[in-house]
């Protein structure tokens, strides 16, 4: 399950740049609006420092992070849905995203041009809002055509086609789908974009990364939503040290955590999504997971045999293991647990999974 993060935005605010940061990539990010035309997909490796200390106990050979994909995309502008700039075709790129990331410009070199003439982080959301909104219009009025005839033929059953009407009335409000009460489960087929969680980025100068007060601003334009702040341009710099340079660097800027890392756990975070860890001589891997799944639940996203044949799971808690240092001594401190089909998985859970095939 590699969860899926669509980056959109105004054209030349910094996505592509952010992109290369993220997937140490090197893709066109220049200073002129629509650089981006054909999408660009790249994998980041999920950081999780947990990974090195339990292949250190196991001795494994191999480490496996959990993969987060990003897709970069073109630039939207207002009136895309009516064909400005390069239209809105291309989100059809991102439909299968699992959540998307919108790029903000809070940065002010005036030397970088503006579609719209002035830095304006609440115009530009707005914008990009709307264009969204209209977005997954247009994908309802043509569905909802096909829609009436299937149900009408009783090829498809009414709820596809209530459930499609009354995301168009939220819609033709003005607001996302992310923000109704609306189950829109009968219509997951269509990929409506404003239905999917939003994490907004903000990218900002440097200095503004230490002033609070500019953050909070920021911050309530998208509350309760999360914000992410980061500079991209920094962020690409750092992406080129090393650990212990890019550490230091950070620590420069007066930040505990790069605008990547950031993005990553609050990403997962907004998704309510959790990893568990499994280790032995070849590999320590991490597996993404939704908070709130059973034991069954999660042996099922390493093999579908290993949900249906489930029996039972040895769980340690990950500071257990640890501290031990091997799971033989976690066994003997009696910090192993035997977990049934009941068992609710908790984030840093190291297991290992009895089934029958
Ligand atoms: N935090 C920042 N501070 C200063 N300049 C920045 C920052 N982030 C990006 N830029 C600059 O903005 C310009 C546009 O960046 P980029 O190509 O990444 O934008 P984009 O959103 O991908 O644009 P497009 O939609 O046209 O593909 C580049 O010149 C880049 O160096
Ligand atoms: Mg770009």
Excluded: C
Excluded at 126 to 150: H, S, V
């Amino acid at each position: 399950m590699a969860l899926t993060i669509a980056i959109v935005g105004l054209p030349n605010v910094g996505k592509s740049t952010l992109f290369n940061a993220l997937t140490k990539n090197n893709v066109l990010a220049a200073n002129y609006p629509f650089a981006t035309i054909e999408p660009n997909v790249g994998i980041v490796n999920l950081p999780d420092s947990r990974l090195a200390a339990l292949a250190s106990i196991f001795g494994s050979e191999r480490l496996l992070p959990a993969p987060v994909s990003f897709v970069d995309i073109a630039g939207i502008v207002r009136g895309a849905s009516e064909g400005e700039g390069l239209g809105n075709k291309f989100l059809a790129n991102i439909r299968e995203a699992d959540a998307i990331a919108q790029v903000i410009r809070g940065f002010a070199d005036p030397d970088v041009v503006h579609v719209d003439g002035a830095v304006n982080p609440a115009g530009d959301m707005e914008t990009i809002n709307t264009e969204l909104i209209l977005a997954d219009l247009q994908t309802l009025d043509k569905a909802i055509t096909r829609f009436e005839k299937e149900v009408k033929g009783r090829k498809m059953p009414p709820i596809v086609l209530e459930t499609a009407l009354k995301a168009q009335a939220v819609l033709d409000a003005g607001q996302p789908l992310s923000s109704a009460t609306l189950d829109i489960e009968p219509i997951r087929e269509l990929g409506l974009l404003t239905a999917k969680p939003f994490i907004y980025v903000f990218n900002v100068d440097e200095d503004v990364l230490q002033d609070a007060d500019k953050l909070a601003v920021l911050a309530a334009l998208v509350a309760p939503a999360n914000a992410v702040f980061l500079d991209a341009k920094l962020e690409s710099e750092l992406s080129e040290l090393d650990a212990e340079d890019a550490a230091e660097m950070l620590a420069s800027t007066g930040q505990a955590e790069s605008g990547l890392d950031q993005l990553a756990r609050i990403g997962f975070d907004t998704l309510g999504l959790q990893t568990y860890l499994t280790a032995g001589p070849k590999e320590t891997r991490a597996w993404t997971i939704h908070k709130g799944w059973t034991a069954p639940q999660a042996a099922g996203v390493i093999h579908t045999d290993f949900q249906k044949g489930f029996i039972k799971a040895e769980v340690f808690s990950f500071d257990d293991l640890v501290a031990a240092g091997s799971i033989a001594e976690a066994r003997s401190k009696g910090k192993a647990r035997i977990e049934g089909k009941e068992y609710v998985m908790q984030d840093g859970d190291v297991v290992e999974f009895r089934f029958n095939v």
